[in-house]
């Protein structure tokens, strides 16, 4: 599903280059569950949104579906995440005036192309989603009325709802306490479970300890990849 081969990326901070990532090879499989870790500055956020097609790389190579993107426009890259890739975040990014039914059918609404719902469909897609996450009996409440746990589950819903074949969470529990985190794993486990690909950005190793298999970065550089013990 995915193959990156040299990806580079550098930035120029006030003239001066900083590698990000450094020369990386990596292969996804489809249905795999895979924690990326690191330190802050290990890259492992930068190459997170290489692999949502969020950014581009400064060098090599990378291959989504067979097809490929490092050279893309943005609309094309656009047109990738509406089409295939969910991101999950660790804040929610709700919109606090919306409910949480609204939320998740934005994407719909927004979305172009083949991926693009008729507004017939965007309203029991929405819904469906929120059942699936366990909140279809909170679909017309608003953000203030649910709890952190909640409001992440709102945002793996608004996730899902256009049937991504990859789900990328950036520290999902991040802003969790210790119980709701371990929720909402199990949600991910279960998404997991059901075929999606999960890639999971964490620094903690009690949430890589979910995944089947661990890429540990280190400057730029993977400096391991291993199958989880479970």
Known sequence: ?????????????????????????????????IAIMG???????TLMHILGCL???????YSLNGEQVQNYSQDE??????????????????????????????????????????????LPRAQNALRLVGLGDRMNHRPNQLSGGQQQRVSIARALVNNPKILLADEPTGALDSQTSKEIMTLLEELFT???????VTHDNDIASYARRVVRLKDGVIISDSLNNR
């Not at 330190?39 to 956020?45: E, F, P």
């Not at 929610?92 to 008729?118: E, H, K, Q, W």
């Open 77 to 122: 890259l656009a047109a990738i995440r509406n089409k295939t890739i969910g991101f999950v975040f660790q804040q929610f990014n709700l919109l606090p005036r919306m409910t949480a039914l609204d939320n998740v059918m934005l994407p719909l609404i927004y979305a172009r192309g083949s991926v693009r719902a008729s507004k017939e469909e965007q």
């Open 194 to 200: 059901q075929g999606i690909t999960v890639i999971l």
């Open 1 to 33: 599903m995915i193959e990156l081969k040299e990806v580079s990326r550098v930035y120029d901070l006030d003239a001066t280059p900083v590698h990000a990532l450094r020369g990386i090879d990596l292969k996804v499989m489809s249905g795999e569950y």
């Open 39 to 45: 330190t802050s500055g290990s890259g492992k956020s």
């Open 55 to 61: 950014d581009r790389p400064s060098s090599g190579k």
